[in-house]
């Protein structure tokens, strides 16, 4: 499997970015797909899940009223829409096949979101 995440950025906190992430490899509408993050001294976070079938979606209680996780299965693709972005939410973020709240192995190298004033 490849990805290609893209969209991370520097933002300042109550802004916005949204990511998107290209999958190639597989099938892309018989998999639940998601994103996940990875911050030092943090423990990595699943935040949002896709479902393959009905479209519905999972996520982390620190970020649903914040994100928002969408796909488009024609082009491959993953989105994570993220607003009122706060320091806690600097990381790096990834893209990768979910079951629900579970996240498996990551794909790729991430995209950097840096939230900072």
């Known amino acids: 499997v490849q990805v290609v995440e893209s969209g991370g950025g520097l933002v300042q906190p109550g802004g916005s970015l949204r990511l998107s992430c290209v999958v190639s490899?597989?099938?892309?509408?018989?998999?639940?797909i998601g994103w996940l993050r990875r911050a030092p001294g943090k423990e990595e976070e699943g935040l949002a899940c896709?479902?393959?079938?009905?479209?519905?979606?999972y996520y982390s209680d620190s970020v649903k009223d914040r994100f928002t996780i969408s796909r488009d299965n024609a082009k491959n693709t993953v989105f994570l829409e993220m607003k009122n972005l706060e320091l806690e939410d600097t990381a790096v973020y990834y893209c990768t096949e979910c079951s629900g709240h579970y996240f498996y192995d990551v794909w790729g190298q991430g995209t950097q979101v840096t939230v900072s004033s």
């Open positions: 896709m479902s393959r079938g009905d479209g519905r979606a």
């Open positions: 490899g597989l099938i892309f509408d018989k998999y639940s």
